[in-house]
């Protein structure tokens, strides 16, 4: 029954666009008959049509179990007498498409997907079975596949995230969610897609035509309810019934605002501190919450009344928001126990949108009070430094001043006081333990040291460990206990051409008192005295070398304060000989030497060539002691070591037995009976020799011979010294070899002997033997 439907629903499509075939040349049919029309008076002959097809329809999705008909082709020469035969070619032939090469008709031998591919495109042509010769020419058409409502509207995610602020008007837009349809948009219903809004009411609405997502509820509060899960439905079909749907969720979050002011959960708080807390300490916390995140609640607290401001501090703690009070001014528990204030709490950051809402004003407070603990504190001077002023040259026990120390607390302990010793190194001064009262132990000089700056100490009885110190700046007052003189030393000469009344020379004279009015000198014995300063003026002319070259004038200089002081310095003037301009020409030796030196320095230096020659006496005293004292090695025979060296070839590395170093170093243990290995013995049994005299007389005789002469040398040094001898021995069994103390000649000797001694005395044996027996040739 369906399959009949289908064929009536494509033969009419094939009827229907043939005015729109092609012409096929040569071949033409009369497809509504062969009568000719009338148009106009006109006679119209109708073109005949080679193909009666242009365009197949075929619905997707077939479900059935044959192979779906999608149309025929037939052409006007076809008679039926079966010569014809089609062929079709194209997109999907022979795997989709099958055509009947007898009758046109095509078939397709799968189900087809509009979504997959909506259109397929196909060739088709006419021959002649027997001769192969196309009939009709090779044509296009096309198969279009017809849609049915097989896709549900999709959304591009399965979840969406979205925010809104909280508190916003009914109508604000969220987020806007789409979905798709993969049906044809431009054939029905199948992809014209409604929205709705299946959860999320009556928070949220949505927009039937494009998905935008919009507030429904006045005042949504994020401190009430911040998340919201919304789902979406789009449906195709218009939203009519039997169409298909797709749905997604929208995760809704309300975004803070600064809506919600900061409270104290508890307005009034108790805190404790110890009085001796530090300035800067904190000594406790306070917390305001605020239901608000973030930016918004941030806070910052504030003391409004006047008793806590001068105080206590308050600041915020960035990371936990509390109000962390701190200790502004040193606290007192003996003054003031307890203190009680206001904070003020408001949001760092404001909205003004909502400061004038109906709701609380932005802002709390909350009472505070501190209460001060007690603590044992060190004692606490009445001032802090002293100055105390004290004269010079006082005796020693006078009064200097008094210092005062009290403990605050309640118990009021007593005190004793010292004297801090590292600060007054002299001892200068004494303080009573009980009163505080300072005393001098020596007298004082000011022109010594003008200031002394002591430490006092005190320390509770009860307990030593509370203790206080003080500074004590103790001012020595000047007394007029000083004599003035001369400011320098004064080089004055005089010319033999001067004349009366002229100036040589200007002195002046310091004084190391202070007087409070200034220093005034009186100097006498001269002409004129003005600004503390005398002029020396000649009241005669004509001075001559050879009378007197040299003039002592004594000065007396004193002072304008009481008890007046009054010094006599002696002014030394030379007489020159000066040029007619006044310049030196020449002063005498005496008097150029006793006007470029002191006679201290004259002293000095008199001391100094007397140690220099002192020095060269001793030195040279040495020197000839140590030209007498007698040399550790008299001659140059005298050697430490006698090194022997013999022109003999010895058994190389194999002789380990032709010498025996241990027996040359100690002859006592000197093994006789030891053959030779590198040589025949000669005799089965060897002569024993005989060792050594243990108790070698000569040579300890020698020895203490020796330590006496260097014990009784008055010039040997005064330490220990090493001296080395060398000891020849008491002889050899070869005795000596040398020919210096022979009386013999050579002819004399018989060294037959040698060739007894082994292989290291062969070879002088030779030569020795081999002359004998020249020799008595």
Not at 286 to 296: E, F, S
Not at 474 to 500: G, H, Q, W
Not at 648 to 656: A, P, S, V, Y
Request: hydrophobic share 35%.
């Amino acid at each position: 029954m369906i399959t009949n439907h289908f064929q009536i629903i494509f033969m009419v499509s094939i009827l229907r666009p043939i005015t729109a075939l092609p012409m096929a040349p040569g071949n033409t049919v009369n497809l509504l008959g062969t009568s000719p029309e009338k148009d106009d008076g006109k006679i119209l002959q109708r073109a005949k049509r080679g193909w009666m097809w242009n365009q197949f329809f075929l619905l997707e999705e077939y479900t059935g179990n044959d192979n779906q008909y999608v149309g025929k082709l037939h052409s006007n020469m076809d008679r039926g007498e079966g010569n014809v035969k089609y062929i079709l070619t194209g997109d999907g032939v022979g795997s989709l498409f099958l055509i009947d090469e007898n009758s046109g008709d095509i078939h397709a031998t799968k189900r087809l997907d509009r979504e997959e591919r909506a259109i397929y495109t196909l060739h088709a042509k006419v021959v002649d079975k027997r001769t192969n010769k196309t009939l009709e020419a090779d044509t296009e058409f096309n198969i279009k596949i017809h849609d049915i409502n097989d896709n549900e509207p999709k959304f591009s995610k399965d979840i969406y995230f979205a925010s809104v602020p909280e508190m916003s008007d009914v109508g604000t837009s969220v987020i806007q969610v789409t979905a798709t349809d993969a049906d044809d948009q431009t054939y029905g219903n199948s992809a014209k897609l409604v929205y709705s809004i299946l959860q999320g009411q009556p928070y949220f609405s949505v927009d039937s035509d494009n998905g935008t997502i919009r507030t429904a509820l006045p005042n949504m509060d994020r401190e009430t309810k911040e998340n919201y899960q919304v789902v979406i439905q789009a449906k195709d079909m218009a939203g009519q019934m039997g169409g298909l749907s797709g749905t997604t969720t929208v995760s809704i979050t309300l975004s803070d605002e600064n809506d919600s002011p900061p409270r104290f959960a508890n307005h009034t708080f108790r805190l404790s501190t110890l009085e001796s807390a530090e300035v800067g300490a904190a000594i406790g916390r306070i917390k305001a919450n605020d239901a608000d995140v973030g930016r918004n609640a941030e806070m910052q607290y504030s003391i409004v009344d006047r008793d806590g401001q001068d105080i206590f501090t308050i600041i915020t703690d960035q990371n936990t928001q509390e109000g962390i009070i701190r200790v502004k001014k040193q606290l007192d528990y003996e003054r003031k126990k307890t203190f009680s204030f206001k904070v003020e709490v408001t949001n760092t950051y404001l909205d003004p949108r909502f400061m004038y809402s109906p709701n609380p004003p932005f802002k709390d407070d909350a009472m505070v009070r501190v209460t001060i603990e007690d603590v044992d504190e060190p004692p606490v001077f009445s001032r802090n430094p002293y100055i105390i002023e004290v004269h010079e040259d006082t005796a020693a026990g006078s009064f200097v001043g008094v210092v005062s120390a009290k403990d605050l607390d309640a118990d009021n302990n007593p005190v004793k006081y010292s004297i801090d010793r590292h600060t007054d190194l002299e001892r200068l001064f004494n303080i009573d333990s009980v009163n505080g009262t300072i005393t001098t132990l020596k007298a004082l000089d000011r022109e010594m040291s003008k200031w002394h700056n002591i430490s006092v100490v005190a320390t509770e009885i009860s307990n030593p460990r509370q203790t206080t110190r003080v500074p004590v700046f103790i001012r020595v007052l000047d007394v007029n206990d000083n004599a003035p003189e001369f400011a320098m030393y004064y080089e004055t000469f005089v010319c033999e051409n001067v004349k009366s009344g002229q100036l040589i020379q200007t002195i002046s004279a310091v004084d190391t008192d202070e007087p409070l009015v200034g220093h005034k000198f009186v100097f006498s014995m001269t002409a004129m005295s003005q600004y503390n300063t005398a002029r020396i003026i000649t009241r005669r002319g004509g001075f001559s070398q050879r009378e007197m070259n040299t003039y002592l004038l004594p000065v007396v200089i004193s002072d304008n304060d009481y008890p007046i002081q009054s010094s006599t310095s002696t002014l030394t003037v030379n007489v020159c000989a000066c040029d007619s301009r006044g310049n030196v020409q020449s002063c005498n030796t005496e008097a150029l030497l006793s006007a470029g030196l002191s006679t201290g320095a004259l002293v000095a230096i008199l001391l100094c060539v007397i140690i220099l020659l002192m020095i060269v006496v001793l030195f040279a005293a040495l020197r000839r002691q140590q030209r007498k004292k007698e040399p550790l090695i008299i001659s140059k025979e005298d050697v430490r070591d006698n090194v022997v060296s013999y022109n003999d070839e010895g058994g190389g590395e194999e002789d380990t037995q032709a010498f025996d170093i241990g027996t040359l170093r100690n002859p006592e243990v000197m093994d006789a009976k030891k053959l030779r290995r590198d040589i025949i013995p000669e005799m089965l049994f060897p002569f024993g020799r005989t060792s050594p005299i243990k108790d070698n007389a000569d040579v300890r005789d020698f020895i203490h011979g020796r330590l006496h002469e260097n014990d009784s040398d008055p010039t040997a040094p005064p330490y220990d010294s090493l001296a080395t001898y060398a000891y020849e021995g008491s002889g050899s069994l070869a005795e000596s070899l040398s020919s210096l103390e022979s009386g013999a000649t050579e002819g004399d000797q018989e060294y037959d002997y040698l060739s007894n001694w082994g292989p290291a005395f062969k070879k002088l044996a030779d030569m020795y033997i081999g002359k004998d027996t020249e020799r008595e040739t």
